[in-house]
């Protein structure tokens, strides 16, 4: 591992325009379940079943109750953990310009980056079903479940469940930013929810260095990236920027 931490360093010494994809691993060790992978939500339930747009919509009290009410819970209280941080850090010495993110956990924002694309939305507000009307989510009260917009509709996150589209504005800058980066960082993420795995993908065919953190190996891992650093992100994110400011001869 030592080596693939001194190579990324060098990797993002020499990159001008660095672009972060990251997935629900990157918020692990904020306390955030991921689906997939060890402690994923998957062990429980089928994931692709319960946060479908159907499955919503036929039994919202059941998605509530599932899986929305512990991630509210849980993201009330979540902060940035290092490699948020490391990535911000990224930012601010000039190498990363944006963050294409899954996450839904707005903690790219809460750790300092300035350019974050939702790629699936924002788990920030609820939005009522049948009026529209935004809650910002730690003010909706969840005493009942399913909890209701003062109009009576049932209140949905404002994300992307899976069977819905994505965001146009978020495909198009998305693509944008990955054909323009020389370098692509792939943080915590299973890379097998589409179209968010081809950003990556599209990196590589305009000449970028691809470069995957993960404790394990995913379908980028052998014809996508240059190389995987197995690991945490907290821990690689860590090491690397240590690396790299050592590189730069900044303290
Ligand atoms: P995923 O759950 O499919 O995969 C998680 C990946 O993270 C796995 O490859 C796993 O090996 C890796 N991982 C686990 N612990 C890690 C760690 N400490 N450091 C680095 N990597 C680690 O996640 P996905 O690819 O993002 O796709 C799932 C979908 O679920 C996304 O669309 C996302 O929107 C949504 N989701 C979001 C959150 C969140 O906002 N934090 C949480 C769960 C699911
Ligand atoms: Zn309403």
Known sequence: MDELIQRAAEDLAAARNVVALTGAGISVDSGIAPFRGKGGLWEKFDPMEVAHIDAFMSDPARVWNLLVKDLKETLDTASPNDAHKGLAKLE????????????????????????????????????????????????????????????????????????????????????????????MMVVGTSAVVQPAALMPVYAKESGAKVVEV?????????????YLIMGKAGEVMNRIIRELEQNTGKP
């Open 92 to 183: 601010e010495m000039g190498k990363l310009t944006t963050v294409i993110t899954q996450n839904i956990d707005g903690l790219h924002q809460a750790a300092g980056n300035t350019d974050v694309i939702e790629f699936h939305g924002s788990f920030a507000w609820q939005r009522c079903l049948d009026c529209n009307q935004k809650y910002e989510t730690s003010e909706v009260d969840i005493s009942e479940i399913p909890p209701r917009c003062s109009c009576g509709g049932i209140l949905r996150p404002d994300a992307v469940f899976f069977g819905e589209m994505i965001p146009q504005d978020a495909m198009w800058r998305s693509r944008q930013a990955a054909s323009d980066c020389d370098l």
């Open 214 to 226: 993960n404790p394990e190996r995913t379908p980028l891992t052998v014809e996508t990236s240059d």
